[in-house]
């Protein structure tokens, strides 16, 4: 959509992305009512209790407290680089967006690769301090580069986010039931997204890109002190 979204705009006007979006959605929706299916689950008694009970557990919040973190820090840095990069850096449309979308190209790369890794070395923690580590390089260099550098930036930051997704995912699953597991990280998600860009977009107005850019590495710090209190490898 990053680089497909600036073409149209172009050619056709902004009314027209709107028009894709809404037949992407609703392709997506036919191929869901065809192809999917819930594969059988053998419920045991007792086992919607126990997952409620998993609402009480200290990892999982941290786990969704990390996951809330980093989505404060990807969506800020992805939903206003482009508007940056036209800004400051003088780039077209369709330029700000392609380099943005290495992000999610690497994000979508990466994740299946750090499944097998996570599997091999049979810890998740370590693929969760991994991608931290890479976020805070781009966090320190995203709104400081220029030229093909930023495209490295926000790679890493795909990377990142491929590693750290997985490794939250799978670490959920593992120290609690799959669903109030996963309900409890994926409240964490939108609340980061939702935090995010507000409070990104309240600092770049207020004072500059790269004030509203290191007031993110508190987010960094936070993040890193609730991977600190996990408990499991």
Same mark, same amino acid.
């Given at each position: 959509?990053?680089?497909?979204?600036?073409?149209?705009?172009?050619?056709?006007?902004?009314?027209?992305?709107? %028009?894709? &979006?809404?037949?992407?959605?609703? *392709?997506?929706?036919?191929?869901?009512?065809?192809?999917?299916?819930?594969?059988?689950?053998?419920?045991?008694?007792?086992?919607?209790?126990?997952?409620?009970?998993?609402?009480?557990?200290?990892?999982?919040?941290?786990?969704?407290?990390?996951?809330?973190?980093?989505?404060?820090?990807?969506? #800020?840095?992805? #939903?206003?680089?482009?508007?940056?990069?036209?800004?400051?850096?003088?780039?077209?449309?369709?330029?700000? #967006?392609?380099?943005?979308?290495?992000?999610?190209?690497?994000?979508?790369?990466?994740?299946?690769?750090?499944?097998?890794?996570?599997?091999? !070395?049979?810890?998740?923690?370590?693929?969760?301090?991994?991608?931290?580590?890479? &976020?805070?390089?781009?966090?320190?260099?995203?709104?400081?580069?220029?030229?093909?550098?930023?495209?490295?930036?926000?790679?890493?930051?795909?990377?990142?986010?491929?590693?750290?997704?997985?490794?939250?995912?799978? &670490?959920?699953?593992?120290?609690?039931?799959?669903?109030?597991?996963?309900?409890?990280?994926?409240?964490?998600?939108?609340?980061?997204?939702? !935090?995010?860009?507000?409070?990104?977009?309240?600092? &770049?107005?207020?004072?500059?890109?790269?004030?509203?850019?290191?007031?993110?590495?508190? *987010?960094?710090?936070?993040?890193?002190?609730? %991977?600190?209190?996990?408990?499991?490898?």
């Amino acid at each position: 959509m990053y680089t497909v979204a600036p073409l149209l705009n172009i050619h056709w006007g902004w009314r027209y992305i709107w %028009i894709m &979006a809404a037949v992407y959605t609703a *392709v997506l929706f036919v191929f869901f009512l065809l192809f999917f299916r819930v594969p059988p689950v053998k419920e045991e008694a007792g086992t919607a209790a126990l997952a409620a009970q998993d609402y009480k557990l200290r990892e999982v919040w941290i786990l969704a407290g990390i996951f809330a973190c980093f989505n404060i820090l990807t969506i #800020s840095i992805k #939903s206003y680089m482009p508007a940056f990069l036209e800004a400051v850096r003088g780039v077209t449309e369709l330029q700000a #967006s392609g380099a943005t979308s290495v992000f999610l190209i690497l994000a979508m790369c990466t994740a299946p690769v750090a499944g097998i890794v996570s599997d091999r !070395i049979g810890s998740r923690k370590k693929l969760i301090i991994a991608g931290s580590v890479l &976020a805070a390089f781009s966090v320190l260099t995203a709104f400081n580069m220029s030229g093909v550098m930023i495209s490295v930036s926000l790679g890493v930051l795909g990377i990142a986010a491929g590693m750290l997704t997985t490794g939250v995912f799978t &670490a959920v699953c593992e120290v609690g039931h799959p669903a109030s597991g996963m309900a409890a990280v994926v409240f964490g998600q939108y609340a980061g997204m939702c !935090i995010g860009p507000v409070y990104f977009g309240a600092l &770049a107005e207020t004072f500059s890109w790269w004030t509203a850019a290191y007031m993110l590495l508190p *987010v960094l710090a936070v993040m890193y002190i609730l %991977i600190f209190l996990l408990r499991f490898r």
